[in-house]
Every structure is written in C-alpha cells, then in structure tokens.
C-alpha cells in the first residue's frame, strides 16, 4: 500500500513531547485548548480526526477542530465514526452522528471511517474474567463483527494517503463475526478450561462495570451497547475494511494468542 513519507506527515497531540519516538514533526494540539489548533493545522492538507475519548462535551471538542481546520485552510477531514452512525440508536453513536453532519456543513471535503466494535474492547481484559470464572456481558446471542485496531489503523493510514478517498464513508468491521457464548467457548479451548458466558440483566451488568471501577456514564455506554447489538448494530458482513486494507482482518485466535500468556 502506498502512505505518505515521514517528512509530510505532523502529529498532534496535547503533549508533543510524547511523540519524540515517531520520527516526525510534531505539535501541541489540544481539541479543548482552541488557542492550539489553528496554529497546530497550518499547512496540513488532510487531517485525521480521531474522535475524542474524553466524554466530556465530545462534540464541541470536534466542533472547535472542525472550526479550526476551516479557518486553517484544511482540504479534508478523515473522521473516526462508529459502524452505522446515521441511524444507530446506539447511545455512543450520538456524538458521531453530530460530528458528522457538522463536518458535513463545514464544508470541507472529507472521507468517514465508521469502524465497527474493536476485538481489545473484550480481549484486553480477559485477564479478570479469566481470575473471575466467567464472561461477563448483557448481550444476549447478539452477534458482533470487530475487528483489531491494527486494521481499523491500516484503513485510516491507506484513507489518509489519498485523496481518491474523499467523499466516502466506509462501514468497517471484521471478517468474523461471534456472540459473546462463542468468544468465551474460544476462551475456553485457549485456556483448557471451562469459562462460561454469563448474561446478566442490564442493571446487574451495569453495577459489575461500576463495581470494577468504571465510571457509571461509560458503564452505560458499555450495557446500552450489549442490549442493542442484538439488532445488529455492531455487526456488518459486507468484509469492507478487509477489501480496503487488501488483507483479511486479524482472527480472534490470533487476538487471543496475544491477549493469553
């Protein structure tokens, strides 16, 4: 795949000095802190608008980029969404849909990138479930598609390198889908040991996530999500992201394999 060389690309970050290792130029850019982003755009053509993890007020920290790389001349917005955003009841899909009709009346050319569900939202912390003897969740037999980081971030890159992209939304997700009773049967097989699924109802999901530290707002993100995979929101089987990044997407084995010592 054709990306950009170093010497054309700038990172962005609220602490630059934490970018040191990339090998490119780099500049403070704060999406709260205003004063930071039009001068952290200029000159830069094509920005890549990783969609806050801070939930404080998501969508005006994307309003102020977006007003920013107005002011600073940005020809396109790549913009992290979530899988069908437009008509997604999902509750964390309220912020990417207001974030993207605001980048659509910027108008400024852009290309959305609405990734599915990501395969480390349940393999990074199957060290607890595995201590616990259980698989957690409210999902039902809800099926999922997600796909690993690496892939959503090899799309982003092989998006962000050419402006062919412009105009497009991609629905991105894995190319294997599994309900939460196969991901813990997998597990199970990786561990030589039973681990059970265990569906729980949604006010007993959300006190576990409470319980083991998440803040109740994020923890209802996490089981307003369970409940409504079951209508497929989170799941998609047109293989999109694996056409686009010309190679399937990366197996749960292969996560599993890297998530269990």
């Known amino acids: 795949m054709t990306l950009c060389p170093p010497d054309r690309l700038v990172a962005l970050a609220r602490d630059p000095a934490k970018l040191a290792d990339l090998g490119v130029a780099s500049r403070r850019f704060d999406y709260k802190a205003v004063e930071t982003l ?36 940005v020809g396109r917005i790549v913009y992290t969404s979530i899988l069908k955003a437009d008509r997604s009841p999902l509750l964390i899909a309220q912020d990417h849909r207001d974030t993207e009709g605001l980048i659509a009346r910027s108008g400024i050319p852009a290309t959305i990138l609405r990734n599915g569900w990501y395969t480390e939202n349940w393999t990074a912390p199957l060290g607890g479930a595995i201590a616990a003897g259980a698989l957690y969740g409210a999902a039902g037999d809800a099926r999922f598609t997600p796909a690993a980081r690496q892939d959503y971030a090899d799309a982003l890159a092989i998006v962000a390198a050419s402006a062919d992209h412009a105009g497009q939304v991609y629905e991105l997700a894995g190319d294997e889908g599994f309900t939460l009773a196969e991901l813990a049967a997998a597990v199970s097989r990786r561990i030589g040991r039973d681990l059970p699924y265990q569906d729980l109802p949604p006010s007993a999901y959300q006190a576990l996530l409470e ?37 399937p997407t990366t197996s749960l084995a292969r996560m599993l394999d890297a998530a269990i010592p």
């Open 38 to 73: 039009v001068p952290g755009l200029e000159g830069v053509d094509t920005l890549v608008l990783i969609s806050s993890s801070d939930f404080d007020d998501r969508v005006g920290q994307h309003a102020n980029v977006i007003d920013a790389a107005r002011t600073a001349g």
């Open 211 to 247: 319980q083991i530290g998440l803040p109740a707002g994020f923890a209802t993100l996490l089981v307003d999500v369970d409940q409504k995979a079951a209508d497929g929101w989170l799941h998609d089987d047109t293989q999109t992201l694996s056409t686009l990044i010309g190679r």
